[in-house]
């Protein structure tokens, strides 16, 4: 199956897991439908393919003991790297087959967040940290459990004229639902729109209303943010959303959100307003028709204001995405 994923969905850097859902047992998980197991040792965090070369059990069923990956079936132990390093079963005087490996990716734990890949990453870390700014006070949000093809979440998230109707009150009031007209700019591979206003009642949980300054960004094709600028005092919150893909119409969202502002105040109020908005957006994009984002700009109605989306799935489409998309 892997086949069928081009470079641009295997070697991003995919969240999987949240740090404390990683103790001391193997954990599975689903990656682009390629099931892998993690696991964590003295040396860190690692992912394997979620399979014994053996006899074709998911090491997930195994345990974790002296920083080694003990298959449930017959005992074999893996290292971190993969190497298997013992197989009880057989006597002392022979040696363990090379071919006595598991398939290992890549995998690091960053902002809590336990990041694997099962392609080759270009980056050490997903790219779009090198956006984030290192005075800002960021916290992470969700995991959000959807019932919706990534690429349709992330379009949706990138989706401005939605905050007027799906979050009306809260991000936005439909009596002031025009959009301007805004152009999506390219630059070293991010796709960035010019300063959109949005007038928002309460336009982070703080019940304070404003005009907000959008710049939304596309930094993969699973991997998206929003910057939202006050205009009277400069505060600004970057939101970034990252998107596990676990089968074409089951997803895994993940936010970090990274403000300039109120550094000292409990995160609590940001991370519900935040569970909130998602509860809404829940409704529509497990909702769609059909569930996986059409990349023919014919198959749906496009506005001036959807020109983020056009550019997104214009983009998925030359990345050969293939995986939630029809
Ligand atoms: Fe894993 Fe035999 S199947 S050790
Ligand atoms: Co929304």
Redesign the pocket.
């Known amino acids: 199956m892997t086949a069928d994923l081009s470079p641009a969905m295997l070697d991003q850097w995919y969240p999987v897991l949240i740090s404390s859902e990683l103790r001391d047992e193997p954990v599975s998980a689903m990656l682009l439908g390629q099931q892998i197991v993690l696991f964590r040792t003295s040396k860190g965090v690692h992912a394997f393919k979620d399979l014994?070369i053996?006899?074709?059990?998911p090491l997930s069923l195994g345990r974790i003991e002296g920083d080694e990956l003990v298959?449930?079936?017959?005992?074999?132990r893996y290292d971190g790297c993969g190497a298997c390093v013992r197989i009880p079963s057989l006597p002392p005087e022979r040696a363990i087959p090379d071919k006595a490996k598991a398939i290992a990716y890549s995998c690091i734990e960053e902002h809590g967040i336990v990041w694997a890949s099962i392609g080759r990453p270009e980056t050490e870390k997903p790219n779009f940290f090198s956006h984030m700014n290192a005075d800002h006070k960021v916290v992470r949000m969700g995991p959000y459990e959807l019932e919706a093809a990534g690429p349709r979440i992330v379009e949706n998230f990138l989706d401005v004229s939605h905050l007027m109707f799906v979050h009306e009150g809260l991000l936005g009031d439909s009596r002031y639902s025009e959009i301007q007209d805004y152009r999506v700019n390219e630059a070293e591979g991010v796709l960035r729109t010019d300063e959109i206003v949005v007038f928002q009642p309460d336009a982070d949980g703080r019940g304070k209303s404003m005009n907000s300054h959008y710049v939304y960004e596309v930094y993969g094709p699973f991997t998206a943010a929003l910057v939202k600028r006050n205009p009277d005092n400069g505060e600004l919150f970057h939101l970034f959303l990252a998107v596990l893909p676990i089968t074409e119409t089951k997803s895994r969202a993940f936010m970090l959100k990274a403000r300039s502002y109120d550094l000292e105040a409990p995160d609590e109020a940001f991370v519900s307003f935040q569970d909130t908005l998602i509860e809404q957006d829940r409704v529509m994009v497990e909702n769609q028709n059909p569930d996986l984002l059409p990349l023919d700009l014919q198959a749906e109605l496009h506005l001036v204001c959807d020109r983020m989306s056009i550019a997104y799935r214009q983009r998925l489409k030359a990345w050969g995405v293939t995986f939630g998309t029809a």
């Open positions: 014994c053996h006899r074709g059990v298959c449930a079936y017959h005992g074999w």
